[in-house]
């Protein structure tokens, strides 16, 4: 796999001008025959909240593990913007069989699909996780790079229709950017820091939108474990720490939607659907 450190390096120092506005080149990358630590995996599983039986992999750690070939697709010379700054909008994951934490894993990465909306560029990347010929996971995550935009802010999002009847809540403190990225190696400076974070124009450190999905994620076990199923999130508002937020599930047979909203569970932070299939 990319070395994390090398990327970072780009990621910190590359000088990039910004959009060119031409087509996104098609970029792949792989990596095959590669070995999960369990130590790493048990340090995830307890910073997102998952029970890990030091057998099966949490479906999100994939996910951990595939961001060093988005990383490395978009730190190279071919791409004229930085990835310091860009958003993840969506992300989407398929578990077709549980993963065990044996097992060498062969990872794909491909840039897909761009496209130019009124806020900015979004990019597709589909990344495939396969043991032997056999896929047993995959992802499609949206990454927006923001550009200047004359249009209207649009007004912040609300919740979908949950009754929020029984939410969970769940406190978050300032440290808990700093854990998932010492357990993810997603080191963001807008995660790790309050002055880290005003450089970027926030007042304080967010929450990694893939903690959050993971933690949803974890709530949903052990029911879901056993099965194949799609996870399907899009990240809504930002989530600034320490804060309290609140969890909630709706169940429709094979279909259970769920979001992450505030405290007072108004506003959405994240909303979300497993499919089983």
């Not at 790493?40 to 307890?46: D, Q, S």
């Not at 065990?100 to 589909?126: M, P």
């Not at 249009?151 to 229709?161: I, V």
């Not at 108004?266 to 659907?273: A, D």
Request: hydrophobic share 40%; net charge positive; aromatic share 12%.
């Amino acid at each position: 796999m990319p070395s994390l450190l090398s990327l970072y390096r780009k990621i910190i120092f590359a000088r990039k001008p910004g959009w060119d506005e031409q087509p996104l080149p098609s970029i792949q990358i792989k990596a095959a025959n590669i070995q999960v630590s369990p130590s790493k995996v048990r340090h995830y599983a307890e910073v997102c909240g998952f029970t890990f039986d030091e057998a099966l992999l949490p479906p999100t750690y994939l996910y951990v593990m595939v961001f060093r070939l988005h990383a490395a697709i978009f730190t190279d010379g071919l791409i004229t913007f930085p990835l310091l700054g860009m958003i993840h909008l969506k992300n989407k994951i398929t578990q077709y069989r549980p993963v065990q934490i044996h097992e060498a894993l062969s990872f794909s990465c491909a840039l897909t699909e761009s496209r130019k909306t009124d806020i900015g560029l979004e990019v597709d990347l589909v990344s495939q996780v396969k043991v032997g010929d056999e896929l047993v996971w995959e992802s499609t995550s949206v990454y927006l790079y923001r550009m200047e935009s004359k249009t209207r802010r649009t007004r912040p999002p609300k919740g979908e229709g949950l009754s929020f009847l029984a939410p969970q809540f769940w406190q978050l403190d300032e440290g808990l950017g700093r854990r998932y990225a010492k357990a993810s190696g997603d080191y963001n400076l807008i995660h790790l820091h309050p002055f880290l974070s005003k450089r970027f124009g926030f007042e304080r450190v967010l929450a990694h939108g893939m903690w959050s999905k993971a933690r949803c994620v974890a709530a949903l076990m052990p029911e879901a474990e056993l099965r194949p199923f799609t996870i399907d999130v899009s990240f809504k508002l930002p989530l600034f720490m320490p804060n309290t937020v609140t969890f909630d599930t709706e169940t429709n047979g094979d279909h259970v939607l769920f979001e992450l909203r505030d405290q007072k569970g108004r506003r959405p932070h994240l909303t979300g659907s497993l499919q089983y299939l």
